[in-house]
């Protein structure tokens, strides 16, 4: 065997390579974490709305409130107000209604193509 063919072999796998380092530099990687976030949000914020007792002007549905902000290289998916993660996980005088983890469990496939469309597109 030619010891061309082992150099050219590695030297595509190197091409390849430094092609998908670029791909997942830090801020590629936020970008497509934005990308699984929001897609999240968006599932969520579409999920059936109880019939609420509160029909105040201002009101919110804590639905509505879901979104998502990125802290330097993290991008953190939550709610606007205070009381989602007791309502999501319960406390000591109430069960939970969880309505963020199963939505995520439900879509996560759908969630995790188009972030590796995204990537790797």
């Not at 590695?10 to 530099?25: C, H, M, P």
């Not at 998916?77 to 993660?85: A, M, Q």
């Not at 406390?91 to 995790?112: A, D, L, S």
């Amino acid at each position: 065997m030619s010891d061309s063919f082992y150099s050219d072999g590695f030297d595509a796998f190197s091409n390849l390579l430094e092609a998908y380092e670029k791909k997942t530099e830090e801020k590629n990687v936020t970008k497509v974490l934005e990308i699984g976030a929001k897609e999240l949000t968006t599932l969520v914020r579409a999920l059936p709305r109880p019939r609420s007792r509160m029909s105040a002007p201002g009101y919110t549905h804590l639905i509505d409130t879901v979104t998502y902000e990125t802290e330097g290289s993290e991008v953190v998916v939550g709610w606007g107000k205070y009381y989602g993660p007791m309502v999501e996980n319960g406390t000591v005088q109430m069960n939970g209604t969880p309505h963020m983890r199963p939505t995520f469990e439900r879509n996560k496939e759908k969630i995790y193509k188009k972030m590796q469309n995204a990537i790797f597109g």
